[in-house]
T-cell receptor, first 112, second 110 residues
Framework: QKEVEQNSGPLSVPEGAIASLNCTYSDRGSQSFFWYRQYSGKSPELIMSIYSNGDKEDGRFTAQLNKASQYVSLLIRDSQPSDSATYLC????????????FGQGTILTVHP | DVKVTQSSRYLVKRTGEKVFLECVQD?????MFWYRQDPGLGLRLIYFSYDVKMKEKGDIPEGYSVSREKKERFSLILESASTNQTSMYLC?????????FGPGTRLLVL
């Protein structure tokens, strides 16, 4: 079992729809969870972090965390073509010098 | 504004050559990382460093070494490049919670 797994994708949604990206992790000691966005040919950039159970909203983005189910998700409301990118889920254990474990990424395409 | 720079965006090397990839950060971060990224495999950690002269192996260290003589600079060394090391190489530096990535070096080994 991979430490961090994302829904395989690619995911295609129409403009204006909600895109739902999912991630599961295997280590119950994980404490911090991150979503990075990576445009084609570019490096990853952090878009959301979440540390406690529940929802965290930032503009059109909502991160959801359920530690009991070892599940973290990212919802993108009112998806735009500019949201088309690869989304990487990353997980950090308690004390690890900032070391992250990444999922393999989900490619999202938002079509007009 | 945070900044992580990498010495080259594109690099072409021959099999057997020694290759140096350099990464510099200006954020005074303790932690620095080297990843490679390949289609379908995501980001895989090669090595990381949590202080000057301190390093730890990541998930795929074979064929690589690193050097961190100064806090701001973390170098990745391919001792004898092979074709299976053709990849995108990403450097990152971090606080305890957030990693900041450089622009990446796309390395082609012929």
């Amino acid at each position: 079992q991979k430490e961090v797994e994302q829904n395989s994708g690619p995911l295609s949604v129409p403009e204006g729809a909600i895109a739902s990206l999912n991630c599961t992790y295997s280590d119950r000691g994980s404490q911090s969870f991150f979503w990075y966005r990576q445009y084609s040919g570019k490096s990853p950039e952090l878009i959301m972090s979440i540390y406690s159970n529940g929802d965290k909203e930032d503009g059109r983005f909502t991160a959801q965390l359920n530690k009991a189910s070892q599940y973290v998700s990212l919802l993108i409301r009112d998806s735009q073509p500019s949201d088309s990118a690869t989304y990487l889920c990353a997980v950090k254990k308690g004390t690890s010098y900032g070391k992250l474990t990444f999922g393999q990424g989900t490619i999202l395409t938002v079509h007009p | 504004d945070v900044k992580v720079t990498q010495s080259s965006r594109y690099l072409v090397k021959r099999t057997g050559e020694k290759v140096f990839l350099e990464c510099v950060q200006d954020m005074d971060h303790e932690n620095m990382f080297w990843y490679r990224q390949d289609p379908g495999l995501g980001l895989r950690l090669i090595y990381f460093s949590y202080d000057v002269k301190m390093k730890e192996k990541g998930d795929i260290p074979e064929g690589y070494s690193v050097s961190r003589e100064k806090k701001e600079r973390f170098s990745l060394i391919l001792e004898s490049a092979s074709t299976n090391q053709t990849s995108m190489y990403l450097c990152a530096s971090s606080t305890e919670e957030t990693q900041y990535f450089g622009p990446g070096t796309r390395l082609l080994v012929l």
